[in-house]
């Protein structure tokens, strides 16, 4: 069939984007795969354009942790005229048996669920009732330990996808980890790097070139270079610690440099105020932390600086990969000090705390919960004996907590949170957080080995560090350009 033709005429877009159709192509001749594109380049449209090719009883399953964005992903599927539906734990009773009931008749075409579906022996005897045209996990990071992500639910999705009778799988992330493109495919039975599909991760405009410096003083000096150089255009400078970046601000303002300021520390509507005088080009510096750019799309960013070194490659690629999007020739400056690996060294330390510290904090919310509950992370840090501020331990082990489903989200208390269950060594196994430390120990490695690589086009080596095949130098980083 002419898919161009069907895509014009079905969903009214002129053309696939890369690797639309190479996608749709292997997934409809039943080919299982794992394809990564980038935040909003369209990976919707790759189950839906076979969802509009599914005939008779067939349907196509998408599984999704996004239960939040479900109304609307069926919604956006009903305007090409697909027969979509979801079920959630949003919905009533009675509304989820009838859209099963339905299911079951052969009603609609594309079904959003989250994988606790699948605990429901309902929702199976209506599957059953079904061919599975294509078993779709979407945000499949979630199902490795090394993302950014971790969904425990996401493990058992292999099984349900046998028990189904192995239906062709298409698992799509936009976060491309080796690590984690390597725990997808082990899951799913999955090779590498035949069955995988990369796209949009090569970006030519962008001109990477790193510098060696010691001290504050000397990133100071070399930013104000860069910032008269780059007058006017908009850019981003990336710091790990709202400490420096205060620090900075304050040295650009004795310097009367105009800028603006995104970080966790600021009032959520400041946050937001500034984020959209950046975005609307009434200021055209913006000094952040990571947590900016998630989701913006700014397509005339110009430059983007890290002023302490980023958590590993995958990090930083992300980051300065949100220049540069209009395809202009776009600048990344990298101001590395070999004193800020410490840094993100101890960061490494908080964020996976040891077994004893979690089951510690556990114990305390348990047990002290009529304090706890009021007096939320002060009271619990002040148990945990700190005396450094930004020791944040207690807050990745209620995050972890929370993620085994030991404690939940509960808006009630000033605290938070509430406990459901107690640990059991089974989630200690399951999440080792001495392993994980470790793992990112060695991204950490990585990111410094890049750094110091000077003989290689840098392009080439974040490439090769996402296990993308490219030959071409890119010609405009600091290697190939020889400064
Ligand atoms: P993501 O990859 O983040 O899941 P989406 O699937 O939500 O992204 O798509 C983002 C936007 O791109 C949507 O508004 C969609 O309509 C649009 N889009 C998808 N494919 C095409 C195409 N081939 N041409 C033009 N726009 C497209
Ligand atoms: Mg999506």
Same mark, same amino acid.
């Given at each position: 069939?002419?898919?161009?033709?069907?895509?014009?005429?079905?969903?009214?877009? $002129?053309?696939?984007?890369?690797?639309?159709?190479?996608?749709?192509?292997?997934?409809?001749?039943?080919?299982?795969?794992? /394809?990564?594109?980038?935040?909003?380049?369209?990976?919707?449209?790759?189950?839906?354009?076979?969802?509009?090719?599914?005939?008779?009883?067939?349907?196509?399953?998408?599984?999704?942790?996004?239960?939040?964005?479900?109304? $609307?992903?069926?919604?956006? /599927?009903?305007?090409?005229?697909?027969?979509?539906?979801?079920?959630?734990?949003?919905? !009533?009773?009675?509304?989820?048996?009838?859209?099963?009931?339905?299911?079951?008749?052969?009603?609609?075409?594309?079904?959003?669920?989250?994988?606790?579906?699948?605990?429901?022996?309902?929702?199976?005897?209506?599957?059953?009732?079904?061919?599975?045209?294509?078993?779709?996990?979407?945000? /499949?990071?979630?199902?490795?330990?090394?993302?950014?992500?971790?969904?425990?639910?996401? %493990?058992?999705?292999?099984?349900? +996808?046998? &028990?189904?009778?192995?239906?062709?799988?298409?698992?799509?992330?936009?976060?491309?980890?080796?690590?984690?493109?390597?725990?997808?495919?082990?899951?799913?039975?999955?090779?590498?790097?035949?069955?995988?599909?990369?796209?949009?991760?090569?970006?030519?405009?962008?001109?990477?070139? %790193?510098?060696?410096?010691?001290?504050?003083?000397?990133?100071?000096?070399?930013?104000?270079?860069?910032?008269?150089?780059?007058?006017?255009?908009?850019?981003?400078?990336?710091?790990?610690?709202?400490?420096?970046?205060?620090?900075?601000?304050?040295?650009?303002?004795?310097?009367?440099?105009?800028?603006?300021?995104?970080?966790?520390?600021?009032?959520?509507?400041?946050?937001?105020?500034?984020?959209?005088?950046?975005?609307?080009?009434?200021?055209?510096?913006?000094?952040?932390?990571?947590?900016?750019?998630?989701?913006?799309?700014?397509?005339?960013? &110009?430059?983007? =600086?890290?002023? @302490?070194?980023?958590?590993?490659?995958?990090?930083?690629?992300?980051? #300065?990969?949100?220049?540069? +999007?209009?395809?202009?020739? =776009?600048?990344?400056?990298?101001?590395? $000090?070999?004193?800020?690996? !410490?840094?993100?060294?101890?960061?490494?330390?908080?964020?996976?705390? @040891?077994?004893? %510290?979690?089951?510690?904090?556990?114990?305390?919310?348990?047990? &002290?919960?009529?304090? #706890? =509950?009021?007096?939320?992370?002060?009271?619990? &840090?002040?148990?945990?004996?700190?005396?450094?501020?930004? $020791?944040?331990?207690?807050?990745?082990?209620?995050?972890?907590?929370?993620?085994?489903?030991?404690?939940?989200?509960?808006?009630?208390?000033?605290?938070?949170?509430? #406990?459901?269950?107690?640990?059991?060594?089974?989630?200690?196994?399951?999440?080792?957080?001495?392993?994980?430390?470790?793992?990112?120990?060695?991204?950490?490695? !990585?990111?410094?080995?890049?750094?110091?690589?000077?003989?290689?086009?840098?392009?080439?080596?974040?490439?090769?560090?996402?296990?993308?095949?490219?030959?071409?130098?890119?010609?405009?980083?600091? #290697?190939?350009?020889?400064?």
């Amino acid at each position: 069939m002419d898919f161009n033709k069907w895509l014009q005429d079905k969903f009214k877009f $002129d053309s696939f984007r890369f690797p639309q159709k190479e996608i749709i192509e292997k997934s409809l001749s039943g080919l299982p795969l794992l /394809a990564l594109m980038p935040t909003g380049a369209g990976k919707s449209l790759t189950y839906q354009f076979a969802a509009s090719l599914a005939g008779g009883n067939e349907l196509v399953l998408v599984i999704s942790p996004l239960i939040a964005l479900m109304q $609307d992903q069926t919604n956006r /599927a009903r305007e090409y005229g697909i027969e979509a539906t979801f079920i959630n734990s949003s919905l !009533s009773g009675e509304q989820k048996q009838q859209r099963m009931q339905q299911i079951a008749e052969g009603q609609y075409k594309l079904i959003f669920v989250a994988p606790e579906r699948f605990q429901k022996p309902e929702f199976w005897s209506c599957l059953e009732k079904r061919k599975i045209k294509l078993f779709v996990v979407d945000e /499949a990071h979630c199902i490795s330990l090394w993302g950014h992500d971790f969904r425990p639910d996401y %493990f058992k999705l292999q099984n349900y +996808r046998e &028990r189904l009778g192995n239906p062709t799988l298409l698992a799509l992330t936009a976060t491309a980890t080796p690590d984690v493109q390597n725990d997808i495919a082990k899951q799913f039975g999955l090779k590498l790097p035949d069955d995988l599909i990369l796209g949009g991760l090569e970006r030519p405009n962008l001109s990477l070139n %790193f510098f060696d410096i010691y001290g504050e003083e000397d990133k100071n000096e070399k930013l104000l270079e860069v910032l008269a150089e780059k007058k006017g255009q908009s850019g981003i400078i990336y710091f790990s610690l709202i400490q420096t970046l205060e620090n900075f601000s304050r040295f650009l303002q004795s310097k009367k440099i105009d800028h603006v300021k995104y970080h966790g520390d600021l009032k959520p509507d400041q946050r937001k105020r500034n984020q959209n005088d950046f975005l609307k080009g009434k200021s055209s510096l913006i000094l952040a932390t990571p947590a900016f750019g998630l989701g913006i799309d700014k397509p005339d960013i &110009r430059f983007v =600086s890290h002023y @302490e070194i980023p958590s590993s490659i995958e990090a930083y690629f992300q980051e #300065v990969g949100r220049a540069g +999007r209009d395809g202009q020739t =776009s600048w990344g400056y990298f101001l590395y $000090d070999q004193d800020d690996l !410490s840094i993100q060294m101890q960061f490494l330390t908080w964020a996976y705390p @040891e077994a004893a %510290f979690i089951e510690k904090v556990f114990d305390l919310i348990k047990t &002290r919960y009529d304090i #706890v =509950s009021v007096q939320g992370f002060d009271y619990l &840090r002040e148990q945990m004996v700190f005396k450094n501020r930004k $020791d944040f331990r207690v807050n990745a082990a209620v995050s972890i907590l929370t993620r085994w489903g030991c404690l939940e989200e509960n808006d009630e208390t000033p605290f938070g949170y509430k #406990v459901l269950r107690d640990p059991t060594p089974e989630d200690f196994k399951l999440e080792d957080q001495n392993v994980l430390k470790k793992e990112h120990q060695k991204k950490l490695l !990585s990111l410094m080995q890049f750094v110091k690589n000077d003989q290689e086009c840098r392009l080439l080596q974040v490439y090769k560090y996402f296990n993308h095949h490219v030959d071409k130098v890119c010609g405009i980083c600091d #290697v190939c350009a020889g400064s």
